[in-house]
């Protein structure tokens, strides 16, 4: 059973940055990508970025295109999100995420508990 952990999460002011990370430990690593989403208070969970294990390709969600950034160290077994410029409506809970990308299909097998990510003005 892989479980993920993440951390850095925290109260920051508009354009201000933080550094999320998660690292995965236990369990025997099938997982070929890594993962952020987010939640925010009565909306639904929408993914940030991924980025696949062995290529390194990584992908950013529109939202946040050109400001958050994901990047991984396979060697720790950590995948990180840069987070600039934020916004109030960055306000969620991240959550990091592993699991397979097969023909063009994600399946996310697990789930880290999340991390609060709060941006005033």
């Known amino acids: 059973q892989v479980q993920l952990l993440e951390s850095g999460g925290g109260s920051v002011q508009v354009g201000g940055s933080l550094r999320l990370s998660c690292a995965a430990s236990?369990?025997?690593?099938?997982?070929?990508?890594l993962g952020w989403f987010r939640q925010a208070p009565g909306k639904e969970r929408e993914g940030v970025a991924h980025?696949?294990?062995?290529?390194?390709?990584?992908y950013s969600y529109p939202s946040v295109l050109g400001r958050f950034t994901i990047s991984q160290d396979n060697a720790k077994n950590t995948v990180f999100l840069r987070m600039n410029s934020l916004k109030p409506e960055d306000t969620a809970m991240y959550f990091c995420?592993?699991?397979?990308?097969?023909?063009?299909?994600?399946?996310?097998?697990?789930w880290g508990q999340g991390t609060q990510v709060t941006v005033s003005s």
């Open positions: 980025i696949f294990r062995d290529s390194g390709n990584r």
């Open positions: 236990g369990g025997t690593y099938r997982h070929n990508v």
């Open positions: 995420a592993a699991g397979l990308y097969d023909e063009g299909r994600f399946e996310w097998q697990y």
